[in-house]
């Protein structure tokens, strides 16, 4: 089974969208496997977006966040929790505490915040596709 917004789209922005907005949503907060998954996900979506909005640093995350009027301490705790959590092969370093990962949910509503600052029309009409494809997908009569 192929989700609808990856069939009907040529890239996978609007099912990544689908994801970071689905997780943000979940009134019982996220499960430890979404939290796995949501760095990742987070990063891939946030890359796409900023490379449209600051296509001159593409490339470079932390360039193209510097330069959306934004408050800085939740742009490092952002890119943080995205650099550790999407970067490595293994489950985590000694260093690196996996609770962290308890922040996701959080930290993709400030991401979701984030965009919305910069774009909030273009926000509310993929949360408008994200909502009817997971209607129509049955998760939204659950």
């Known amino acids: 089974w192929l ?7 040529e890239s996978e922005y609007h099912y990544l ?10 009134q019982s907060g996220t499960s430890l496997k979404q939290n796995y998954i949501l760095p990742n996900i987070t990063r891939r979506l946030l890359e796409a977006f900023m490379a449209f909005r600051q296509p001159q640093s593409t490339g470079n995350l932390w ?10 301490s939740t ?3 952002i890119l943080r929790f995205i650099n550790t959590h999407s970067h490595h092969g293994e ?4 260093e690196h505490d996996l609770s962290i990962l308890s922040e ?4 993709i509503r400030e991401v979701l915040d984030l965009m919305a600052t910069i774009d909030k029309d273009h926000v509310n009409a ?8 997971n209607h129509d997908n049955g ?4």
């Open 3 to 9: 989700d609808e917004l990856l069939e009907k789209h």
């Open 17 to 26: 969208f689908s994801c970071v907005y689905q997780a943000a949503s979940e």
């Open 63 to 72: 360039k193209q966040l510097e330069q959306i009027p934004y408050d800085k």
């Open 75 to 77: 742009k490092v705790r």
């Open 91 to 94: 489950i985590g370093e000694p």
């Open 104 to 107: 996701a949910q959080s930290v």
């Open 126 to 133: 993929m949360i408008s596709i994200a909502t009817e494809a």
């Open 139 to 142: 998760e939204g009569d659950q």
